[in-house]
C-alpha cells in the first residue's frame, strides 16, 4: 500500500548529482541544502545562510566572560562574578560549560581510536568539542549524552573527503581553478604548469564531466555570497558539520530525529521513552518475518533495547566500521523522512521510510545471526552475540535484505497498536496474527531427541544391522538429557532447593496426566514437526519472496500463510498432552503484561520441563539425590520411566554410564556430530526402502545438518575462548 | 539446538553489574576478567555490553553474567532492566580521579534502589597502577566500604593487579550467601509465598513476577 513512498527515490548511484561528494548528498537529505535540481547559485546562497547563522550561534553562546568583560556593563559586576552562585549568570554558564566540555572531552579522546590520525588530531577535537558544546547548550534538556559524538564523527568526517576529492580534482584541472586575471596566481608553480595549461584549455568548462563541472562552481569564489558560499570549503567544515548533526538530532521535522534516542523521557503519546517504542517495533516486525527466532529471544529474556539501544543511538556506528557505515547511511539519508500517513499513530519515532529503513535494517542485521542466535541458549550469549556484529559481513547482502522488508516494516509501524492497550511489544497485526499464531512457534527442545527415537523404533522395526550404533546413540541421549536436566535445576538461578512454582505445575501436570511415551512421540511428534518445519519455512519463504519482488503484494500472501497455516497445530487437544499448555498459557499471559521481563533462566525451564518427558530422565536420579527439595522431579522422572522404558529396550543400564560430571566435553560433542552424522546415515538408507517419505526424509537430513552447524559454532566459540 | 551446551555448563549463574563514573575503567576491568585482555584505546561504553566467565568456586562451577553499563549516565528508561536480578556489584572509581570516589554514593544509592538487599557489593579502586596521580587515599576509601559495609579493593586493569581477586571475591560471597540461604529456605520450596522476595537466591524469579508492571515493552 505505501510501497510508493517507500521505494528509494534515489534511481540507483548514477541518478545521483553528487554521488561522489557524499558530504553534499548528505546536505541534502538532511534538509540544508535545497533540492539536487537547484542551481548553484541556490547552493551556494542556502549554504551561505547557514553558515551564517552558525557563526551567530558561536558567538552568542561561546562566549569567554574573561574576554567579555570590557564591553558588558559594570552594574553587571556584582550579580555577575566568578563566585556568584546564580546559574544564569555569565560566570555560571561558563562553569555550567567548563563541566560539559570535561565530559565531552572524556569521550572525544576515546571516538575512533582505529582513526586517530584524523579524529584524535587538537583541530578536529576543537571542531568536534565546539559543535556538540553548541549543541548541548542549545539543547538543555538533553545536555551531552554519550554517543552523541559518534553520531557527529562521521558528518565531519564525509565533509572532509568531500575536501579531499576537491583537492584532488583541483590537482587535476588546476587551470580551471587558477584565476589568470589575479596576478597573485602566477607563482613560480603555475608557469611550471604552462605547458599543461595549453593543453587542458581547449576544453572548455562546459564540455567536461558534469560531476567535475559542479566541484569547479562550487568552489568558485567569486559565484554567489563569494567564499561564504564555496559548497566545499575547510575553512566552513566546522558549520556544516554542526548544521549536517542539528539537522539529524532534529530530523527536519520528520519522524527520525536521532535526538530523541537520547532522551529518557516517555514521550507523550504513548508513554514509552522512544528508545523502547523502536526497540519495540523492532521486535515487532522481527516476529512478522521471523516468528521462531522472535520467540526464541523472547523465551531467553533477551529484551531489545539491551542490544537496539546502541543499534539507534549511534545509528549503527558501533556495529560497523566507519567506511562501512558511510555506506549504511548513504541508504538511511536517501530515503524520506517525512511522517507516513493514513496510520492511528503519527508520531512514531520510526513512522516514515527512513524510520522503516532503519527498523528493517536491524532486523536484517539480527537475521543475519540467525542460526547463531538459535544455537544459543542463554540472554548474556545471545546479547554477546548481537553486540559484536561480525566484521566481514556482506553489506549489501545485509541492505538488500533490509530494503526487501521496509514494506513490511511500514505496516509493522502502522500497526502498533494504541498505547492506552497495555499490550506492550506484542502489537496485534491487522490480522490478528501474532497473537494466534505464537504458540505454534514453541518447539520442545527434545524435538529431536524424539525424532531420533522414532527412526530408531523404525530401524528396529526394520529389522537393520545398526543396534549396536542405535545403543550407542540412546546412552548419549540420556547424557544429555541428564545433563540438561541437571542444568535446568541449578540454572534455576542459584538455589538448588527451590523450584519455580510455574515450574513445578508443568512437571506436576505431566505427571498427573500420566503421559506416557508413545502418546508423546505420536502426537507430540507430529505436532512438533508441523511446528518446525514452520520455523523453518517462515524464514525460507520470506527470503524467496523477498529476493523476487519489491511490491508487497506478493509478500503479504506469502506471510499470512506463513503465519496462519500453524494454527491447527495449536488447537490440538492432545498437542504434546498437557505440557504445551501450561507453557502456553504462560506465553499467552506474557503479552498481556506486555513485558520483556521473563526471567533469564526460568523462561528456558518451561519449555525444558517438558523436554524432560523423554524416558531416560530416570536416569538422572543420582543428580539429585543429596538435594533435599529435588523430590518432586524425582517423583517426576519415576512416574514418567515406568512407561517409558517398556519402549526402549536397553533403558535399563543407562544409568551406570552416566558420568557425574556435567561438564561438556570435547568428547561430548565429537559424540553429538557422531550421532548427526549416524541419522543422515539412516536416512540415505531408508530413503533406499522407502521412497514415499522422501520429503520428509531430506527434512530430517536437514535439520540434522543444520545440528551439526551449531556444533562447529558451539566449538568455534569455545576455541575463541 | 537442545542438545549441545558446552557453554552452559554450570551450578550457579550468577548476574554482576558493573557501575562507577565514565572512565574509570569499568570496561577494561570486565575485559580483563572475561578475555584477560586490555585495550589503552577503548571507546566509551553506549548502553551496555555483556560479558560471561566461569570459575571454581569450591567444587561448583560458578558462570558469572556481568553486565557492563555506560557510566556517563543512567538510562533511566531502562535502568530498573540493569539491575534486575543482579546478585553483585562491582562499584568501580578511579584512584586518580577524586570525583569518581564522591559520586559513589550517589551509584551506592541507585544500587540499593533497584536491588535486593542482599546484594553483594564492593567498592573498587581502578587505576590503582598510576601511582604518581593519586588523589583517593586507600584509607579513606576503605573507611567508606566499611561505613556503608561493602567489600572493598583496589585494582589495576592495566596490571591485571586484583582482578581476578575481586571478582572471584564477589561471586564466592555471592555464592556463600546463596547455599547458606537455600539451606534456611529448607526443602520445601513451596513455603515460600509468591511475590516476597526472601533472599537472593529467589530474586530472579520473585522480582519478575513482581515488577512486571515497570519500564520495558
Known amino acids: ?721 | 539446538m537442545a542438545a549441545y551446551r558446552a557453554d552452559d555448563d554450570y551450578d550457579y549463574l550468577f548476574k554482576l553489574v558493573l557501575i562507577g563514573d565514565s572512565g574509570v575503567g569499568k570496561s577494561n576491568l570486565l575485559s580483563r576478567f572475561a578475555k584477560n585482555e586490555f585495550n589503552l584505546e577503548s571507546k566509551s561504553t553506549i548502553g551496555v555490553e555483556f560479558a560471561t566467565r566461569s570459575i571454581r568456586v569450591d567444587d561448583k562451577i560458578v558462570k558469572a553474567q556481568i553486565w557492563d553499563t555506560a557510566g556517563q549516565e543512567r538510562y533511566r528508561a531502562i535502568t530498573s532492566a540493569y539491575y534486575r536480578g543482579a546478585v553483585g556489584a562491582l562499584l568501580v572509581y578511579d584512584t586518580s580521579r577524586h570525583v569518581t570516589f564522591e559520586n559513589v554514593e550517589r551509584w551506592l544509592k541507585e544500587l540499593r534502589d533497584h536491588t535486593d538487599q542482599n546484594i553483594v557489593i564492593m567498592l573498587v579502586g581502578n587505576k590503582a597502577d598510576l601511582r604518581h596521580l593519586r588523589a583517593v587515599p586507600t584509607e579513606e576509601a576503605k573507611a567508606y566500604a566499611e561505613k556503608e559495609n561493602t567489600y572493598f579493593m583496589e585494582t589495576s586493569a592495566l596490571e591485571a593487579l586484583n582482578v581476578e581477586t575481586a571478582f572471584t571475591e564477589v561471586l564466592t560471597q555471592i555464592y556463600h550467601v546463596v547455599s547458606r540461604k537455600a539451606l534456611d529456605a529448607g526443602n520445601d520450596p513451596s513455603a515460600l509465598p509468591k511475590g516476597q522476595t526472601i533472599n537472593v537466591g529467589s530474586k530472579d524469579d520473585v522480582s519478575a513476577v513482581k515488577k512486571t508492571t515497570c519500564c520495558s515493552a
Open chain 1, 1 to 721: 500500500m505505501s510501497s510508493g513512498e517507500v521505494s528509494p527515490e534515489r534511481n540507483g548511484e548514477m541518478g545521483r548529482r553528487f554521488g561522489e561528494l557524499r558530504g553534499v548528498q548528505w546536505r541534502i537529505d538532511l534538509g540544508i541544502l535545497p533540492c539536487e535540481s537547484s542551481s548553484v547559485e541556490e547552493f551556494r546562497r542556502v549554504n551561505a545562510n547557514s553558515r551564517r547563522s552558525y557563526a551567530a550561534l558561536r558567538r552568542r553562546l561561546l562566549i569567554n566572560p574573561h574576554i567579555s568583560k570590557d564591553e558588558s556593563s559594570f552594574h553587571d559586576r556584582v550579580m555577575d562574578n566568578p563566585l556568584s552562585q546564580n546559574p544564569d549568570s555569565t560566570w555560571g554558564q561558563y562553569f555550567h560549560k567548563a563541566e560539559l566540555e570535561k565530559m565531552v572531552d572524556q569521550d572525544l579522546s576515546r571516538l575512533y581510536p582505529e582513526h586517530g590520525s584524523y579524529f584524535q588530531t587538537p583541530g578536529c577535537q576543537g571542531v568536534l568539542r565546539r559543535i556538540l558544546l553548541l549543541w548541548c547548550i542549545r539543547h538543555p534538556n538533553y545536555g551531552y549524552r554519550q554517543g552523541m559524538h559518534e553520531l557527529l564523527a562521521p558528518l565531519l568526517y564525509v565533509l572532509q573527503a568531500d575536501l579531499e576529492r576537491l583537492s584532488e580534482v583541483r590537482k587535476q584541472y588546476q587551470d580551471y581553478f587558477t584565476d589568470n586575471f589575479d596576478g597573485l596566481s602566477f607563482s613560480e608553480d603555475d608557469f611550471d604548469l604552462q605547458n599543461d595549461q595549453v593543453k587542458v584549455n581547449n576544453v572548455s568548462l562546459n564540455e567536461l564531466d558534469p560531476k567535475i563541472q559542479t566541484i569547479i562552481s562550487f568552489s568558485d569564489a567569486y559565484g554567489a555570497e563569494g567564499e561564504l558560499g564555496i559548497v566545499l570549503s575547510d575553512k566552513f567544515m566546522e558549520h556544516d558539520a554542526y548544521s549536517m548533526f542539528d539537522a539529524l538530532m532534529d530530523g527536519d521535522g520528520g519522524a527520525v530525529a536521532m535526538a530523541n534516542f537520547f532522551s529518557h523521557s516517555p514521550s507523550p503519546q504513548n508513554g514509552l521513552p522512544p528508545v523502547i517504542e523502536a526497540s519495540s517495533a523492532l521486535y515487532h516486525l522481527l516476529s512478522i518475518v521471523d516468528l521462531s527466532l522472535y520467540s526464541h529471544l523472547v523465551e531467553l529474556g533477551v529484551e531489545p533495547q539491551y542490544f537496539a539501544l546502541r543499534w539507534f543511538r549511534v545509528l549503527f556506528g558501533r556495529e560497523f566500521a566507519l567506511e562501512d557505515l558511510l555506506v549504511i547511511w548513504d541508504e538511511i539519508f536517501s530515503l524520506d523522512n517525512s511522517r507516513l500517513s493514513g496510520c492511528s499513530e503519527n508520531e512514531g519515532v520510526l513512522n516514515s521510510s527512513r524510520g522503516a529503513f532503519i527498523s528493517s535494517l536491524a532486523v536484517s542485521m539480527i537475521l543475519y545471526l540467525r542460526s547463531s542466535l538459535l544455537a544459543t541458549e542463554n540472554a548474556t550469549l545471545c546479547l554477546q552475540r548481537l553486540l559484536n556484529f561480525p566484521e566481514d559481513v556482506d553489506l549489501g547482502k545485509l541492505i538488500k535484505k533490509a530494503k526487501t522488508m521496509m514494506d513490511l516494516a511500514v505496516d509493522a509501524i502502522n500497526s502498533i497498536p494504541e498505547p492506552s492497550k497495555p499490550r506492550g511489544h506484542r502489537h496485534s497485526l491487522s490480522t490478528d496474527t501474532t497473537a494466534s499464531g505464537s504458540p505454534h512457534s514453541i518447539v520442545p527442545e527434545s524435538y529431536w531427541e524424539e525424532k531420533w527415537r522414532v527412526m530408531n523404533n523404525e530401524k528396529e522395526e526394520q529389522k537393520q544391522p545398526s543396534l549396536n550404533k542405535v545403543q550407542n546413540r540412546i546412552k548419549g541421549w540420556s547424557e544429555k538429557v541428564k545433563m540438561r536436566l541437571s542444568r535446568t535445576d541449578s540454572a534455576g538461578f542459584l538455589s538448588k532447593g527451590k523450584r519455580p512454582p510455574v515450574r513445578r505445575n508443568l512437571v506436576d501436570d505431566l505427571a498427573r496426566e500420566g503421559v506416557t511415551k508413545e502418546s508423546l512421540l505420536s502426537s507430540g511428534n507430529g505436532g512438533n514437526e508441523e511446528n518446525i518445519d514452520h520455523g523453518n519455512e517462515t524464514d525460507v519463504s520470506s527470503v524467496a519472496s523477498y529476493s523476487s519482488v519489491n511490491g508487497n503484494e506478493d509478500i503479504k500472501p506469502s506471510i499470512a500463510e506463513e503465519v496462519a497455516s500453524p494454527l491447527p497445530v495449536s488447537d490440538r487437544p492432545e498437542d504434546i498432552n498437557g505440557t504445551e499448555k501450561p507453557v502456553t498459557n504462560l506465553r499467552e499471559k506474557r503479552p498481556l503484561s506486555g513485558k520483556f521481563q521473563w526471567l533469564w533462566m526460568f523462561a528456558r525451564n518451561g519449555p525444558e520441563g517438558s523436554s524432560e518427558k523423554d524416558g531416560e530422565v530416570s536416569s538422572d536420579k543420582d543428580g539429585y539425590e543429596s538435594e533435599p527439595a529435588s523430590s518432586s522431579v524425582t517423583e517426576f522422572d519415576q512416574n514418567i520411566a515406568v512407561p517409558s522404558s517398556s519402549t526402549t529396550t536397553d533403558e535399563t543400564d543407562k544409568p551406570e554410564g552416566v558420568d557425574q560430571n556435567k561438564m561438556y566435553s570435547l568428547k561430548d560433542l565429537s559424540q553429538s556430530m557422531l550421532e548427526n552424522i549416524e541419522v543422515i546415515e539412516s536416512i540415505f538408507q531408508q530413503e533406499k526402502a522407502q521412497t514415499d517419505s522422501v520429503e520428509n526424509l531430506s527434512r530430517n537430513a536437514m535439520e540434522a545438518i543444520n545440528e551439526l552447524r551449531k556444533i562447529s559454532n558451539i566449538l568455534s566459540e569455545r576455541d575463541v575462548r
